[in-house]
C-alpha cells in the first residue's frame, strides 16, 4: 500500500487557464476528501465522496470547481478559469471509515500558482 | 455548526520542556469526533489522536496526552519532554454525525522546538 498520492505536485499556471489535479487513495477506502490550505492556515474542507457519490461541496467551492470519482477510485478536482486567489495547496485525504469516521489519510498535496 | 479554535497561533518552547496546545470545538451534535494531526515541514499531514464524544477519559499514549473535557468544549493536547523533531504545525479537528461527519480543520498552531 503505497498511501495517498497525488498529481502534479506542483502546477503553474496563467490566469484564465484550466488545471485538474488527481487523488489516488489508499485503496478500498470508501471515503476521499479534498481540502484547500493556503499559507498559516488550516485545511479548508473543499468536497468529500463516500465511493463515487459526492456528499457534500463547500461553498467555498465555486461554479469553477468540480470534483469527481468514478467508480469509487480515484478523484480529479478540476479548476476552470483560474484566477490567483486559486493559488493553495490542494489537499487529497481519504479514510477507510464509512459512515463512522476514521482518521484521515492525507497525500503530499498539489501546489497551484496561479501567475 | 461545526467550528474549531485555536487560539494559539505560534509557541516557543525549549527542548524538554513539557507543551500544551490548546482546542476549543463548536458543535451542536452528540456524536462527534475530535482528532489532532502534525504537518511536520515536510508538509504532509499525519494522524495523531481521536476522541469520540462519549469518552472523556483522557490517555496517555507516549510522551502525548490529552485533556477532553465536553463541559468547556475543549480538547487540549500535551507533549510531554519535547523534542526537536516535534517542531511542526499541530492542528485540532472535529466531525460530527450530522455534519455527516466530515472533517473541519482549526487553524493551526505552530510549535518550535529549540534546543
Known amino acids: 500500500d503505497t498511501g495517498v498520492s497525488q498529481d502534479p505536485r506542483h502546477k503553474i499556471t496563467k490566469r484564465g487557464q484550466n488545471v485538474t489535479f488527481r487523488c489516488d487513495p489508499i485503496?478500498?477506502?470508501?471515503?476521499l476528501y479534498w481540502y484547500r490550505q493556503t499559507l498559516g492556515q488550516g485545511p479548508e474542507f473543499l468536497t468529500y465522496f463516500q465511493n463515487e457519490a459526492q456528499l457534500e461541496k463547500s461553498r467555498l467551492l465555486s461554479d469553477r470547481f468540480s470534483a469527481e470519482r468514478p467508480k469509487g477510485s480515484f478523484s480529479t478536482l478540476e479548476i476552470q478559469r483560474t484566477e490567483q486567489g486559486d493559488s493553495a495547496m490542494y489537499l487529497c485525504?481519504?479514510?477507510?471509515?464509512?459512515?463512522?469516521?476514521?482518521?484521515?489519510?492525507f497525500g503530499e498535496g498539489s501546489r497551484l500558482t496561479v501567475l | 455548526a461545526q467550528k474549531v479554535t485555536q487560539a494559539q497561533t505560534e509557541i516557543s518552547v525549549v527542548e524538554k520542556e513539557d507543551v500544551t496546545l490548546d482546542c476549543v470545538y463548536e458543535t451542536r451534535d452528540t456524536t462527534y469526533y475530535l482528532f489532532w494531526y502534525k504537518q511536520p515541514p515536510s508538509g504532509e499531514l499525519v494522524f495523531l489522536i481521536r476522541?469520540?464524544?462519549?469518552?472523556?477519559q483522557n490517555e496517555i499514549s507516549g510522551r502525548y496526552s490529552w485533556n477532553f473535557q465536553k463541559s468547556t468544549s475543549s480538547f487540549n493536547f500535551t507533549i510531554t519532554a519535547s523534542q526537536v523533531v516535534d517542531s511542526a504545525v499541530y492542528f485540532c479537528a472535529l466531525s460530527e454525525a450530522k455534519g455527516g461527519f466530515k472533517t473541519i480543520f482549526g487553524a493551526g498552531t505552530r510549535l518550535f522546538v529549540k534546543a
Open positions: 485503496s478500498e477506502h470508501n471515503r
Open positions: 485525504a481519504s479514510s477507510p471509515s464509512a459512515g463512522a469516521s476514521g482518521e484521515l489519510f
Open positions: 476522541r469520540n464524544s462519549f469518552d472523556e
